[in-house]
């Protein structure tokens, strides 16, 4: 199977714990030794949202924060990629086609954000789409896709199963500003209803959720189809 993985960085590193980034590169690995070809997207997390709104403070505008959120992601990745080792190409990519060929060659593309009013969530998606890939798997900090907030909304819904089109309607009205934060976002939802991409997104805390949804297609969180 050829899957993109996109992690959140609130679950990659959450306190920069290379514990927590090297479970991942061992999840990776082992998709591997079972025949997977893998690539991922890294998120910018926490630490991306705390420099976002100290940079807001201080009059930055919104193009100017999303490049932070971007430089963030990337130096996410680069942990990653530390941890995978000779697994993974040596940088984080900055085009699609040059992190497809990777794949191609047989290393393990990892990627952060690429351009300013685009987050991982839709970056994830248009690998997925480039690759032709047959999961996209969204490893976030809740247990898939809800009605609202759970953090905030304690009798949210959770959905086990969204057709794409559903999945658009429910965050678009979505506030998309520098460091928002949801499960995935709507540009995101539009190109994985435009490929048809199968998806799952998860809560990822545990990267051996990743690996069983990958593996064998069991997992506790939403599955969006076309």
């Given at each position: 199977m050829r899957a993109i993985v996109c992690v959140g960085g609130s679950v990659l590193a959450p306190d920069l714990d290379g514990e927590r980034v090297r479970s991942y590169a061992d999840c990776v690995e082992s998709l591997l030794a079972?025949?997977?070809?893998?690539?991922?997207?890294?998120?910018?997390?926490?630490?991306?949202?705390?420099?976002?709104?100290?940079?807001?403070?201080?009059?930055?505008?919104?193009?100017?924060?999303?490049?932070?959120?971007?430089?963030?992601?990337?130096?996410?990745a680069r942990l990653l990629i530390a941890a995978l080792e000779e697994v993974a190409a040596p940088t984080p990519f900055e085009t699609y086609e040059d992190a497809a060929a990777a794949l191609r060659w047989g290393d393990v593309p990892v990627m952060g954000g690429m351009i300013p009013g685009q987050t991982t969530d839709a970056v994830g998606a248009a690998l997925a789409e480039t690759v032709d890939a047959d999961l996209l798997v969204y490893a976030t900090s809740v247990a898939g896709v809800y009605s609202a907030d759970p953090n905030e909304d304690p009798d949210a819904t959770h959905y086990d199963?969204?057709?794409?089109?559903?999945?658009?309607?429910?965050?678009?009205?979505?506030?998309?500003?520098?460091?928002?934060?949801?499960?995935?976002?709507?540009?995101?939802?539009?190109?994985?209803?435009?490929?048809?991409?199968?998806?799952?997104?998860?809560?990822?805390?545990?990267?051996?959720?990743?690996?069983?949804?990958?593996?064998?297609?069991?997992?506790?969180?939403?599955?969006?189809?076309?």
């Open positions: 079972s025949g997977h070809e893998i690539g991922l997207v890294v998120g910018g997390g926490r630490v991306a949202r705390e420099y976002i709104e100290t940079a807001r403070d201080l009059g930055a505008n919104e193009i100017a924060l999303d490049q932070i959120g971007i430089d963030v992601t990337r130096l996410n199963e969204l057709t794409t089109s559903d999945l658009v309607d429910i965050i678009a009205d979505i506030e998309m500003n520098a460091g928002s934060n949801a499960p995935v976002d709507l540009p995101a939802a539009k190109l994985i209803q435009r490929s048809g991409t199968r998806t799952i997104v998860l809560n990822g805390a545990d990267p051996e959720t990743v690996r069983q949804a990958v593996e064998s297609g069991e997992h506790d969180g939403t599955e969006v189809v076309p």
